[in-house]
């Protein structure tokens, strides 16, 4: 794919949606940490019905610590692999207070050095919640990069090298919520809506379904 076209693709994706963010329910960096954190392998709809109860109670890495490992878990049962998720979560708590005076760090050497934060959420924190150009990639951004002929790569970390050296500059920052709500909804896995698709005609992917 040119660079002509992969530019074509993100005017078309911000003339869509101009102010993309995440669908996780949040009101401050820690918030959205640990909602990040209990995304993995669930939907963001089951996680925010969660917060929804939890935040109200506790919303600073304090009050979670004070809450324990077994009052927390029942806040976050609905969502899958619960049982480690709070064990993560606890431990994340005692280190920011421990460590970074309650606040969440932003760098990505500190962020992958808590518990239950790998790649993926360190990128989502530094550019949802501290504004930084990077790309997380999740199972709809490595599908859509691959599929489409944006950024192919054989592993997510391929893919986000790519990414941030196609993505044009002035793109980097929302590029990965436009490709994130675009592979959820558009571009699905099994059957892609590509007679809904507004870049259909830029695309690469060779068994569109018109």
Known sequence: MNAAKRRE???RLQAANPHPTTELEHS???ELLVAVILSAQATDKSVNLATRELFPVANTPQKIFDLGEDEFRGYVQRIGLYQTKSKHIIQMCRILLEQHSG???QTREALEALP???RKTANVILNTAFGQATIAVDTHIFRI?????LAP???V????KKLLKFVPDEFKLDAHHWLILHGRYTCVARKPKCGECIIQDLCEYKEKVL
């Open 9 to 11: 693709i993100f005017l």
């Open 28 to 30: 401050s960096p820690f």
């Open 103 to 105: 606040e969440v760090p």
């Open 116 to 118: 239950g934060v790998g």
């Open 145 to 149: 990069s691959n599929r489409i002929g």
């Open 153 to 155: 790569g054989k592993d």
């Open 157 to 160: 970390v391929e893919v986000e």
